[in-house]
Structure formats: structure tokens, C-alpha cells
């Protein structure tokens, strides 16, 4: 069970790095209807540059968390639970934007995985 949790933990935490940090400007398929990067994801969404910036420092922030939880073990099940929370809003934005169930999948899948790290 704990190669389970190190795994959740890190496929959470730097899946999240890498969608912040590294491929924000990036096309991906799974943006919000025709957004090419994070920045045009939120603006299709109809979502304020302001919140853009606050979500992303939640998210870069909570993946911190998550790893610092390897050496703060009371640091990921609150780490767990803010992200699925957020991830929860990722998939309704998609749903708000009338997006293909494809292109909501990543935020379910995270979704599933913050909700096991947080009960196991």
C-alpha cells in the first residue's frame, strides 16, 4: 500500500509541475474547447486573469505539498483534498463549456487519484 501512495503522490504532484510550469504555453488536447495555452484555457472558461494567477499558485502550491508530504506525512490527505477540489472545478468548467468528455478526463483521473491519496 505505501509504493501505491508514493506513486498516487507523485504522478499527482508532478503531472500538476509539469501542466503549471513547463507546458503552460503549450497545445495540448485536452485545453477548454480551442485554447492553446493555460492563459486562453481560463479565458474560455470566462474566467478572470486574476483567478488564472490564484488557481495557478493553489495548484503549484498543493503539489509542493503533496511532495513535501513524503517528509511531512500530515501534510497530504489537506494537500489531497484542496487539489481534488480543484480538479472537481476543472471538470465543471469543461462541462460549462459544453467540451467533449475526452477533454475533461485528466481532471477526473487526477480527481481519483487526490481521492485515494486522501483515504489511504
Not at 488557481?55 to 490527505?77: C, R, Y
Request: glycine share 6%; with cysteine; charged share 15%.
Amino acid at each position: 500500500m505505501d509504493y501505491l501512495l508514493i506513486a498516487l503522490k507523485l504522478i499527482v504532484a508532478l503531472g500538476i509541475l509539469n501542466v503549471w510550469l513547463l507546458r503552460r504555453n503549450k497545445s495540448t488536447a485536452y485545453r477548454g474547447k480551442d485554447a492553446r495555452t493555460l492563459r486562453e484555457e481560463f479565458a474560455v472558461y470566462g474566467l478572470p486573469f486574476p483567478i488564472f494567477c490564484l488557481i495557478g499558485v493553489l495548484k503549484v502550491g498543493l503539489a509542493l505539498a503533496l511532495l513535501a508530504s513524503f517528509w511531512i506525512p500530515s501534510l497530504a490527505q489537506p494537500a489531497a483534498v484542496g487539489m481534488g477540489a480543484l480538479m472537481l472545478g476543472a471538470f465543471v468548467m469543461h462541462l460549462k463549456v459544453k467540451d467533449p468528455i475526452s477533454k475533461a478526463l485528466p481532471s477526473l483521473a487526477v480527481l481519483a487519484m487526490c481521492a485515494a491519496i486522501a483515504l489511504l
